[in-house]
């Protein structure tokens, strides 16, 4: 594997960090033989309950499986639609399908969010949720999706794998829709040692998703009421990640310290991120808009001088052979921001920092 002065992540110091507490976990994970579901599980639960203030969250195995899941609930039938943008990992999408639905592609506006004011030109009589995905680490204006699900009897959906912490006018992403999935990727915000997620709301939609990631099973009697999946969490990863929310508002206010930086520094130089009012932005990533079709230039300029970057997408969802025959329409925005976005290094224990942003000015000149 190729070293970087600057690598794109950082996730040995979050382990450094949390080290006691994880290690004394596992060591009595492996000593009770105790590796799915009972307290550790639970107290997790209760911890992710705590930290939203969502009146419940079920644990899964994955943000895919927290998605699968959901759609599963809405018990969709052939030719059912999930409007949602194609700006986003092809898990959301992925989802949808192998439930059954039909996604429905709507572009994204200047801040990467699924483009409100065309909506409800893609409602139909067979539109059945509209899923939002608060990418990068913020929130859309969830005010305004919120009237249009209820004007047209839909779900609402978030789709937060990117921002766990993330706020709206003070409210914590788990509370924003009817239904939050979560991803606890290793990379994530709140990243366990694999994959992980979750699901909050409602108490009888998290008594579903635990029966669903059980292969349907009722936890009381042992009875399958309806097919399901194998869709636990794994403890481990229940351990990592109750001992990392304890960190984690620390290191979001010591990443959103550097994103300030690199917003003032780099003003005027490429394109920084666009705050959406009212929206706390938790920078699951900071991501950039480079001028002139100069992405892909400066993230091999970046590359040889020691920083390690990533795109995100390379592709709108719609443009890829899996998807794109549900999208038969251009999305310019999206497809602006596959070939024009670069995500740049952002931790909270970023030391060469100033490196960075030199680089890219003198890529500029």
């Not at 309950?49 to 998605?67: E, F, I, Q």
């Not at 001028?291 to 970046?302: G, M």
């Amino acid at each position: 594997m190729k070293s970087f002065k600057v690598p794109y992540w950082d996730l040995h110091s979050q382990y450094q960090e949390c080290k006691e507490e994880i290690d004394l976990g596992i060591a009595n994970l492996i000593k009770d033989s105790n590796y799915l579901g009972g307290d550790i599980n639970t107290n997790f639960e209760s911890s992710l309950v705590r930290y939203t203030g969502a009146p419940d969250v079920a644990t899964v195995n994955s943000g895919t499986s927290a998605l699968l899941l959901t759609y599963t609930l809405l018990g969709l039938d052939p030719g059912d639609e999930i409007i949602t943008p194609s700006l986003t990992f092809g898990a959301g999408i992925e989802a949808i399908v192998q439930a059954g639905g039909t996604p429905v592609f709507v572009d994204v506006d200047e801040y990467f969010h699924i483009d409100v004011a065309k909506i409800e030109e893609a409602i139909t009589d067979k539109t059945k949720a509209i899923c939002y995905v608060s990418l990068y680490g913020q929130t859309p204006d969830t005010d305004k999706l919120r009237k249009i699900a209820e004007k047209n009897n839909l779900c609402l959906i978030e789709d937060g794998a990117h921002a766990f912490g993330s706020t709206y006018k003070n409210k914590k992403v788990g509370t924003l829709a009817d239904i939050t999935c979560f991803s606890f990727n290793v990379q994530k915000n709140l990243g366990s040692f694999g994959d992980a997620g979750a699901v909050s709301g409602f108490h009888e939609v998290c008594d579903s998703i635990r029966s669903l990631r059980v292969h349907g099973r009722d936890g009381t009697k042992g009875e399958f009421n309806e097919p399901g999946y194998n869709a636990r969490i794994q403890n481990i990863n229940a351990i990592v990640c109750d001992a990392k929310l304890k960190k984690l508002d620390e290191w979001i206010d010591s990443k959103r310290a550097l994103c300030h930086i690199y917003d003032e520094e780099l003003h005027g130089v490429v394109q920084t991120p666009k705050k959406r009012i009212h929206s706390y932005h938790t920078y699951y990533v900071y991501a950039i808009g480079c001028p002139d079709n100069t992405r892909d230039d400066l993230q091999v300029y970046l590359e040889k001088n020691g920083i390690q970057t990533r795109v995100s997408w390379p592709l709108g969802i719609h443009m890829t052979e899996a998807y794109g025959h549900y999208c038969l329409e251009s999305l310019p925005q999206t497809e602006s921001v596959t070939k024009n976005v670069l995500n740049l290094p952002c931790y909270h224990t970023l030391q060469d920092q100033e490196l960075v942003i030199n680089k890219i000015k003198e890529f500029y000149g």
